[in-house]
């Protein structure tokens, strides 16, 4: 099998590292901004070493990110509120 590289693109990243604690729990997470990623930003949990791509809309849909990135049941509440304030919104792709 030959591998043969379609694209390349450099792109200097905005990544922001948190390190947040609840009443129980700590959690280190990095969230790295793009133009690559139609307007959502890579989250990455350094606990669980997994990563998912999130907007401020998905911020509802907690059983898609929430087990992820090992947040505890009890903290995802106040995980929405966070992610609502520090990712962008999905901006409109169109089609044709």
């Known amino acids: 099998m030959k591998l043969e590289i379609l694209s390349e693109e450099k792109e200097n990243q905005l990544l922001h590292y948190f390190c947040l604690i609840s009443n129980n729990h700590r959690y280190d997470l990095t969230i790295g901004y793009s133009n690559h990623f139609y ?3 890579m989250v990455t949990s350094i606990q669980s070493g ?3 791509l ?3 809309e998905d911020t509802d849909t907690d059983d898609y990110w929430a087990d992820y990135l090992g947040i505890e049941k009890e903290d995802i509440p106040e995980f929405q509120e966070f992610f609502r304030l520090v990712l962008q919104t999905r901006p409109f792709q ?3």
């Open 94 to 96: 169109e089609q044709y």
């Open 54 to 56: 999130l907007c401020q």
């Open 39 to 41: 307007g959502k930003a």
């Open 50 to 52: 997994k990563m998912v």
